[in-house]
């Protein structure tokens, strides 16, 4: 029995919700929707039980996201799609080079990635920190930390080296072999590019 038809609708969730990043120039225009700092419902599908969720803090240039999804997957199936790092061209949207570059434990490793960028905008790329906090008696979830370090290695003109891409992902095992997902994170692109090309 495969899932990866189901991982696949997951990955592609995931970059939708994350469409809704806005430009410098669109966050004036967007200054008026509601106070920063306060989360904002963006999409609810109840058929497919995925909600999302946008947040425009003072501090950043785009907004924050939060997602919140069922996975028709039990929880070992989802992170080991996420941990098997060489096979993310696979798995998510524009991921054109995935490298797993150092691990420093089993549980904390460093990888790069190449994003593909529309047509006319210079291709990004990311050096990300991971952690994982295993589940434990008294923590009945898994938690995947990724952070951004852009100074990891020199930057390799044209790729524009990205910012940010930080999020945590909290995996929970719910009944039926499902998994509920909840994602925190924030993704800079860097230089200069068109909301709708975000």
């Known amino acids: 029995m495969t899932r990866k038809p189901t991982l696949r609708v997951l990955v592609a969730t995931i970059f939708f919700a994350l469409s809704t990043a806005s430009s410098a120039d669109d966050i004036r225009e967007l200054q008026d929707t509601g106070p920063a700092n306060e989360w904002r419902l963006i999409k609810h599908d109840a058929r497919k039980n995925i909600k999302a969720w946008d947040k ?43 490298k797993l570059l150092k691990k420093v434990s089993s549980s ?32 009945p979830f898994v938690l995947f930390k990724l952070n951004a370090v852009p100074d990891y290695l020199p930057a390799k003109p044209p790729l524009v080296r990205m910012r940010a891409e930080d999020m945590v992902i909290k995996w929970t095992p719910m009944p039926n072999n499902q998994t509920r997902e909840e994602v925190e994170g924030y993704i800079d692109p860097s230089g200069d590019i068109p909301a709708w090309a975000i």
């Open 56 to 98: 425009r803090d003072d501090d950043k240039r785009y907004r924050s996201f939060k997602l919140d999804l069922m996975i028709d997957a039990p929880v070992d199936v989802v992170a080991r799609t996420y941990f098997d790092v060489e096979n993310y061209p696979r798995w998510f949207w524009e991921v054109q080079e995935a």
């Open 108 to 139: 904390e490793f460093y990888y790069y990635l190449v994003h593909r960028a529309p047509v006319s905008l210079p291709n990004r790329d990311v050096f990300i920190h991971a952690v994982i906090e295993p589940m434990t008696a008294k923590r």
